[in-house]
């Protein structure tokens, strides 16, 4: 089955760690995208990648960081320097980049806990 | 600045009904494109319907329809003959530019629907 997997569901860490999110994609989408979601709000752009080997931050980049070496893969490193990591965290990813209307799909999330 | 507003936090409405979810949008670009996005309980988000700023006529997809009016910036999401399986939170979201790749997120409305 093509999909978007995120492991693990759920994550908890101690303040201080950093950790890193999983992202897979097997639909051979060119972009890839993180999102953040806080109770009871919608989602807020952190990275984006429209190729292998390229990013761009997105609107909460602070205390992120991301890498694009494969074209299916897109992890997501939640750093110690963000002050406010416990969040749900979505990754997607689209057919292109620049130039394309297409929707994006999203994979199951991941649940961080950082106390 | 690109803004979505969504009003209603929460809705209701009886099995086999019609339910208005409303979305307004704020942006100087004339080109853009609005989504909308169902998440269940479970977290992940599904894609239900898009136009296109330029689009001549409603996007329709099954139940959902949007009501598009440009004038007053509005993307009001139509769902007909309601299910109990469309209990969930829907997210309004706006594309920069037709071509381009971030998406802004509205708040979101919880619905329920009641049998």
């Known amino acids: 089955d093509g999909g978007i997997t995120q492991s693990p569901k759920y994550l908890f860490r101690k303040e201080g760690q950093n950790v890193t999110l999983s992202c897979e994609q097997n639909?051979?989408?060119?972009?890839m995208y993180w999102y953040r979601q806080d109770p009871g709000q919608g989602l807020r752009l952190i990275y984006y990648s429209q190729i292998v080997n390229d990013f761009q931050k997105g609107d909460i980049a602070e205390g992120y960081s991301v890498s694009r070496e494969k074209k299916e893969s897109f992890p997501l490193t939640v750093t110690s320097a963000q002050k406010n990591p416990t969040a749900f965290y979505l990754c997607?990813?689209?057919?292109?980049?620049?130039?394309?209307?297409?929707?994006?799909?999203f994979g199951p999330g991941t649940r961080l806990t950082v106390t | 600045a690109q803004k979505i507003t969504q009003t209603q936090p929460g809705m209701f409405v009886q099995e086999k009904e019609a339910v208005t979810l409303d979305c307004t949008y704020d942006?100087?670009?004339?080109?853009?494109?609005l989504f909308w996005y169902k998440q269940p309980s479970s977290g992940e988000m599904i894609f239900l319907i898009y136009q296109g700023s330029y689009d001549q006529q409603n996007a329709t997809e099954g139940r959902y329809s949007l009501n598009f009016q440009k004038a007053r910036k509005s993307a009001n999401l139509v769902i007909s003959a309601s299910q109990l399986g469309d209990s969930a939170m829907y997210f309004c979201a706006m594309r920069e530019g037709i071509y381009g790749n971030k998406l802004v997120f509205g708040a979101g409305t919880i619905l329920r629907v009641k049998s």
């Open positions: 997607a990813s689209s057919i292109g980049g620049q130039g394309a209307v297409y929707e994006q799909y």
């Open positions: 942006t100087s670009d004339p080109s853009y494109g």
């Open positions: 639909l051979n989408h060119d972009a």
